[in-house]
């Protein structure tokens, strides 16, 4: 079935680094993918989603990089803060006559940053 | 306030108990969402609605079941709870296909 899944577990950086979340996903109809953070007690957050028409988008410190010849998601984060500490996920959505738009989730990355 | 309200925050429950999860959004969206998570299983569907008439599966309906009473508002029911039905239950919205969620902030819920 399809699938999205998370390079590591656990991804520990120091504070003033660039932190790099990498992400697989299965299928190759897939055009939207999405990445949003987890705080301890929240809910996900919505940080940066790219189309499938793009290969790099852009936010405030968040940088999203979209492969799609070997179907690879990565979050960069700039000059990582203690408050980027949370777990990260990403997602996908597909397209074509099965679509329903549901996006499918990785299981999380937990980013700890050391002061 | 917030865009998508999950009520209650927190719920222990007894085993064999019918317990309702209640979720309100204020975005206008027509399609909802609920989502379990677990440790190291992350988020996992339980069922969805694209409109007031549209109600769907998701991979792990069973035991549980749901009601979309109007546009804003999407109730999820454990008929018989039981306690591996313990976990963090999220609702969320869209405004439609590839577009992302907007997330509540979630239901703790306990089954003893």
């Known amino acids: 079935g399809e699938s999205v899944g998370l390079h590591l577990p656990t991804l520990s950086v120091q504070e003033g680094d660039n932190s790099i979340i990498n992400c697989a996903y299965s299928n190759s109809a897939s055009d939207y993918f999405i990445w949003y953070k987890q705080e301890s007690g929240k809910g996900p957050q919505f940080i940066i989603d790219?189309?499938?028409?793009?290969d790099k988008r852009q936010g405030q410190r968040v940088t999203v990089l979209l492969n799609k010849t070997v179907k690879h998601l990565s979050l960069q984060i700039a000059a990582t803060q203690p408050g980027d500490s949370a777990v990260y996920f990403c997602a996908s959505a597909g397209t074509g006559s099965s679509n329903t738009g549901k996006l499918i989730f990785g299981q999380g990355t937990t980013l700890q940053v050391k002061p | 306030d917030a865009d998508v309200t999950q009520t209650p925050r927190n719920r222990i429950t007894k085993t064999g108990k019918r317990i309702m999860l209640e979720c309100s959004q204020t975005?206008?969206?027509?399609?909802m969402y609920w989502y379990r998570q677990d440790p190291g299983l992350g988020l996992r569907l339980i069922y969805y609605?694209?409109?007031?008439?549209?109600?769907n599966k998701g991979e792990i309906s069973d035991g549980y079941s749901v009601s979309r009473q109007a546009q804003a508002k999407f109730s999820l029911s454990l008929e018989s709870a039981i306690p591996n039905q313990t976990a963090l239950y999220f609702c969320?919205?869209?405004?439609?296909?590839?577009?992302?969620?907007?997330f509540g902030s979630g239901t703790r819920l306990t089954v003893v």
């Open positions: 975005k206008g969206h027509d399609r």
């Open positions: 790219i189309r499938s028409n793009m």
């Open positions: 609605s694209f409109d007031v008439k549209d109600i």
């Open positions: 969320a919205t869209s405004a439609g296909a590839n577009y992302g969620y907007t």
